[in-house]
């Protein structure tokens, strides 16, 4: 018995059991297909009447104009069957035709309108590109009952149905598109107004701030810029010649102020004074250089007003040293008038009153200058901080404008949807698009679409079959029965395959063809028959045990014979496996009955019950008064079982058993052992611990799988012998 999987599943066991139970299933398979067949004849014939319904294409192509109600084909189909199979209609068709008459009067209508739905079939036919590039598709609506005319009656009108109800579908839907887009053109509308508004308030109310007018005011931040350093340079030029003026202006004035003091000196005083006196002469000097030591404080000594003064100072000095040479006059000299000023005075009069008109107009353009600084700043600070304000106002505006450009997108597109859709809407009315033509209207149907019955036929033969199969495989499984060597597990070793042996009257001792014949008298079909010569086959099954024994490693001496359960043939066999080894053995065989429960020898060869191995082991004889020797067997003795005992477990659990084996041993070459069955009682535990070997006996289509695995586990390896198949099947 394989490991992987149930034995009764290999190769081998299903061609076995297919071999064992082919009767009753074949019985069973022409009961099933006789019964399929008669139910297959009885089933009642259904007609299918089709029509075809071309979906014709749009005539307008779609380049100029697009239709509103488009869609997957596959989903227009469904959308079809929806509308086609709704309630109401399928009522209207159910009483127009008289449709499900007997039905009616037993279910519910939810139930006939669900039956009918079943009955209608919408199936997409086709689909490919005809003229002009164009795709074209059919479709085919049936209906199937068992009237013929009513179904094709029944399928012109679904047909009919659904074109008219297609044509209407599609106006609506277009209409319904067209009321939709005017509605959201409307709203749009009126938030476009309102969105414009608001980008309108917002740019009056941050007029200069706003992020589009970035360029002109980094613009004008530039000009300003450059306004504020021309007014500064202005500024700095208007300085330096304020200096220039005041230094011009300081140093004309010094020299006017020593040419007058030296012309009045140069005079005669009217007071009798002399002019030119040292206090005099020492002022005017001193006036002059004060004046330079300031100028070269200010200007370097290449300055021309330094250089005018340093002239100045010359042409003074010379005078007073002039005035010094000159003798004093007399105190009574007389005195001449008063002399005019010389020219050059007025003019540098004239020269110190225009540098100081000079200084006023730098003062008056230093004061405008620096307004116009001012205002500069001003207009810089305003500029830059709506320049700051620039992102602010830029999120601002973005927010303000997207909200805008959205809505007059969304209207740009809804006032272009419009115009498509009223085109759309127009081309319906006109029947210009796509539309339903039935191209083949419904005819009668001659051939039912079923039943199939050639092809139920077939299946009711397969399917009796398999349930024939079945029904074959669920027997041998419920009877768990070993059906050959191969469920073995791996490895066990096979000593022989006996066949059944032939159930014949033994002849008349005198007979010259019949059978030898033992001291004790054998009855009809005798177990020791396989040694006749009209059952070869049984007696080469025998022999090949025999050999097998006789050249097994271990050498047994004593080999129990036992099996799984009761009916396996293990007493017989341990008889004929005995007779075998008697007839070519060199010593003496002995066969011992040691199954005290069933006790099964002294039957199988009409030997007296008692004494036997109870009486042996009981101390009532000796094992020589208790043996029985064939006659035309003279090495083969047996030994019965006895009488029965009370609990046969405690002789065998006895010295008197191990004494027994013991001298047993030494009085025979072979001692074959009828024990009782592998794991039924403690006694075979007993018997095969003082055995030398164990021979199980299977007989196939009678073992229990579970008891031939579980003697197979009980017995120990050392010992186990091999397995000896019992009526194998031809």
Known sequence: MPESGHPAFSRLSVLRTLGKRKGSIAIAWILWALAGGAVVRLLPAVYLAEAVVLIDTQKIPERFVSATVAGNLEDRIAAIRQTLLSGDELKAIIEEFGLYKEARKTRFEEEILDRMRKDISITLETVGTGANSKHTADFRIGYQGPDPRLAMSVANRLTDLCVERNMRTREGEAEGTSEFIDAQLGEAKKQLDTLEAAVSAYKLQHNGEL????????????????????????????????????????????????????????????DGKDASSPVAEKKTSEALEEQLAVLRGRYSDEHPDVIRLQGDIAKVKAVEEQRKSAPAAGGGARSLPPAREPLEFEHTRQQAAGLKAQIQGSDKEMEDRKAEQGRILGDLDTYQHRMEKLPVREQEMAQVTRDYEMSKENYKSLLDKKMAAEMALDMEKRQQSER???????????????????????????????????????????????????????????????????????????????????????????????????????????????????????????????????????????????????????????????????????RQLSLPESPGLAEVLGGACTVEDALVRARDFPNLFVLPAGAAVGNPGELLDSEAWQELCAKLRGLFRYVIVDSPPVGAVADYDLIQAVCDGVIVVVRPDHTDRRLCRKALENTPKGKFLGVLLNWVPD
Do not use: C
Request: hydrophobic share 40%; net charge neutral; proline share 10%.
């Open 436 to 602: 339903f033509t039935v191209v083949d209207r419904a005819e009668l149907p001659e051939k039912p679409i079923r039943p199939n019955r050639p092809l139920l036929y077939g299946a009711v033969g397969i399917l009796s079959l398999m349930l024939a199969l079945v029904m074959g495989f669920g027997a041998e499984l419920r009877q768990n029965v070993v059906l050959g060597e191969w469920e073995l597990p791996a490895g066990t070793p096979v000593l022989a395959r006996l066949p059944l042996i032939a159930d014949t009257i033994r002849p008349p001792v005198d007979s010259p063809g019949g059978p030898r014949t033992l001291e004790f008298h054998l009855p009809p079909g005798s177990p020791l028959m396989p040694f006749a010569e009209w059952q070869r086959r049984p007696s080469e099954q025998y022999r090949i045990l025999r050999t097998k024994i006789s050249q097994h490693p271990q050498q047994p001496h004593l080999i129990a014979v036992s099996s799984p359960g009761s009916g396996d043939g293990k007493s017989v066999s341990a008889i004929n496996t005995a007779g075998a080894l008697s007839l070519k053995s060199e010593g003496k065989v002995l066969l011992l009955d040691a199954n005290f429960r069933q006790p099964a020898i002294h």
């Open 211 to 270: 992020p589009q007018q970035e360029q002109s005011l980094a613009g004008a931040l530039s000009r300003l810029q450059t306004e504020l350093e021309a007014n500064r340079d202005a500024i700095n030029r208007t300085q330096q010649t304020r200096v220039i003026l005041e230094g011009n202006l300081t140093a004309v004035e010094a020299t006017l102020a020593a040419q007058t003091r030296a012309w009045e000196q140069a005079q005669p005083a009217a």
